[in-house]
């Protein structure tokens, strides 16, 4: 059974930094592209970042030199590092994992992130 479960999520000033980590667990993290995705009430769930199997990587045009997304395979691990970050960057943010196998896609349980002053 796949299970992925984040932490880090916190309340933050704006400006500060906060690290969001992802354990993955089931065998199929190596052969999955991982990825972080945010939900702000009443907005439409986003992506964030992406990382492939191979290591290329997307981001949001809005997170673009400010976030950064790496992955350890041996640790089943994705890791989301936001800096300078900003009120709008408020949000329950979701690790993403797709088996590019099987093309199944398992989500997290969320994790709450709060830019405020």
């Known amino acids: 059974q796949v299970k992925l479960v984040e932490s880090g999520g916190g309340l933050v000033q704006p400006g500060g930094s906060l690290k969001l980590s992802c354990v993955a667990s089931g065998g199929i993290f190596a052969r999955s592209n991982v990825a972080w995705y945010r939900q702000a009430p009443g907005n439409q769930r986003e992506l964030v970042a992406l990382?492939?199997?191979?290591?290329?990587?997307n981001y949001a045009d809005s997170v673009k030199g400010r976030f950064t997304i790496s992955r350890d395979n041996a640790k089943a691990t994705v890791d989301l590092q936001m800096n300078r970050l900003k009120p709008e960057d408020t949000a329950v943010y979701y690790c993403?994992?797709?088996?590019?196998?099987?093309?199944?896609?398992?989500w997290g349980q969320g994790t709450q992130v709060t830019v405020s002053s």
């Open positions: 990382m492939t199997n191979i290591g290329m990587t």
């Open positions: 993403n994992a797709r088996d590019i196998v099987i093309m199944e896609t398992y």
